[in-house]
């Protein structure tokens, strides 16, 4: 069954409308899901200041999140993340702001290898102010740990693979999601790999069940 939406008039597939309980409506709304989400986005965009949008001319095109313009959807890149299964900025935007990145990264880059003890500064008060911490507390809770992470003993707090070796790296603040007590210090990848387990005893005991199972797969 399709219904035409009230709102662009086009008609689609009853899936492109959302449910409702109202009596009258067949159990769907009359505007589709794509125009309740242009509504949705031009009201936040008017609470925001931001100039308005075009409006949607054909299911062919999509409106940029970066220069505002409809444009056809061969424009955009794929990312299936997305509902439509494009990226919220068109081509020429994504290789702008990409640029703009890599300058960025560049300089942030040359100011931390340029001042070492004020990146080391800055980044410790911002992720310990989180916290509550001191950088004396650091520094002692560190020290306690023999300057190593409290998992996987490296003396290297980022790990991971592929990544740059900044000056004034610090360990990451480890701590209870639900009391809010700090744990200890980890590294990059040991803080990420209990945060992916979801920091629960029972599914690092299950994943260790299953490594020493599949050893020698």
């Known amino acids: 069954m399709d219904r035409t939406c ?5 008609t689609k597939p009853m899936a492109d409308f959302r449910p409702h309980h109202k009596p009258g409506l067949n159990g769907h709304r009359w505007t589709c899901r794509q125009c309740e989400r242009d509504a949705n986005r031009n009201a936040r965009d008017k609470r925001r200041g931001c100039p308005p949008r075009p409006a949607r001319t054909a299911r062919e095109s999509a409106i940029c999140t970066g220069c505002r313009l409809e444009k056809a959807k061969t424009e ?3 990312d299936l993340r997305n509902r ?11 290789r702008t702001y990409a640029r703009d990145w890599q300058s960025r990264t560049k300089q942030n880059e040359r100011w931390i290898a340029e001042n070492p003890e004020r990146y080391a500064l800055k980044r410790r008060e911002h992720l310990l102010r989180r916290y ?11 020290a306690k740990q023999d300057g190593r992470c409290a998992i996987c003993r490296t003396d290297s707090p980022r790990t ?7 000056h ?5 603040v480890d701590h209870c999601h639900v009391t809010g007590a700090v744990r200890g210090l980890l590294c ?24 020493e199972r599949n050893a020698n797969a």
């Open 132 to 142: 509550g911490m001191t950088v004396e507390d650091y520094e002692t809770l560190l």
């Open 160 to 166: 991971r693979g592929n990544a740059h070796e900044h």
């Open 76 to 78: 955009f890149r794929s």
């Open 6 to 10: 009230r709102k662009c008039q086009m």
């Open 188 to 211: 990059i990848t040991c803080n990420t790999g209990i945060g992916g387990l979801r920091d629960d005893p029972a599914i690092v005991r299950a994943a260790l069940a299953y490594l």
């Open 168 to 172: 004034g790296q610090i360990f990451a």
């Open 84 to 94: 439509d299964g494009l990226r919220s900025r068109c081509k020429d935007c994504d």
